[in-house]
């Protein structure tokens, strides 16, 4: 069984510029997550996907972070335009429907903003 | 008050010994509990979870969950070199997502 997958590893931009980071969760997996790591910060949650539809978005830092799972396969977060606090590595995750079901990760992306 | 905490660490025990990873939460209605270990620049493995009061043994492993107490450990016994990670405790929310602590350093030494 393939993993989560992510790409890119790593994406080095500049202030004011736009990336858009993908996820493929394991096959089968209804819920997706994001998640952020800053230096020296805890892992903090972005957003939830159930299916195509977003469940909860709380953890969006504003405006200029969009999600989107079209199809209820694969997803895409853009940062537009970027920002140097937005600099960390993101994580995408998936589980099966269940509160038991645990999260499986990516390898994530490491994003920085210069 | 954060929502899981951690100590970060680092905490150092002698190779052979238990090492004890603590994880207090403040969310009352969290009902299950993850553990992931995470390597430097790779991605949280999961360890074990947890969701009932008491002791879950797998293996080197056991997980604690108080939940009077709001607490949740994670043993590990005959600690190898290898267990040399960050431990992720974290709790699920009743929407779903997990909600993280800091991690706490772990190093063992030959």
């Known amino acids: 069984e393939a993993g989560v997958t992510q790409f890119p590893s790593h994406s080095v931009i500049e202030k004011g510029q736009t990336v858009t980071l993908r996820c493929d969760p394991i096959?089968?997996?209804?819920?997706l997550y994001w998640y952020r790591r800053v230096m020296g910060k805890e892992i903090k949650f972005l957003l939830h996907?159930?299916?195509?539809?977003?469940?909860?978005e709380s953890g969006m830092p504003n405006n200029r972070f969009l999600a989107e799972r079209t199809g209820g396969t694969y997803s895409t977060l853009k940062v537009q335009p970027a920002e140097l606090e937005d600099s960390g590595v993101y994580f995408c995750?998936?589980?099966?429907?269940?509160?038991?079901?645990?999260?499986?990760f990516g390898n994530g992306t490491r994003l920085t903003v210069t | 008050q954060k929502e899981v905490e951690q100590n970060s660490g680092p905490l150092s025990v002698p190779e052979g010994a238990i090492a004890s990873l603590n994880c207090t939460y403040s969310d009352r209605g969290s009902q299950s509990f993850f553990w992931y270990r995470q390597y430097s620049g790779k991605s949280p493995e999961l360890i074990m979870f947890?969701?009932?009061?008491g002791d879950k043994e797998d293996g080197r492993f056991t997980a604690q969950l108080n939940k009077a107490s709001q607490y949740v450990s994670l043993l590990i016994r005959d600690s190898q070199p290898s267990d040399s990670a960050t431990y992720l405790c974290a709790a699920r929310s009743n929407t779903g997502k997990l909600i993280f602590g800091q991690g706490t350093t772990l190093q063992v030494k030959p």
């Open positions: 096959s089968g997996h209804d819920n």
């Open positions: 995750a998936s589980s099966q429907t269940g509160g038991l079901s645990p999260l499986h």
């Open positions: 947890i969701y009932s009061n």
């Open positions: 996907f159930v299916k195509e539809s977003k469940q909860d």
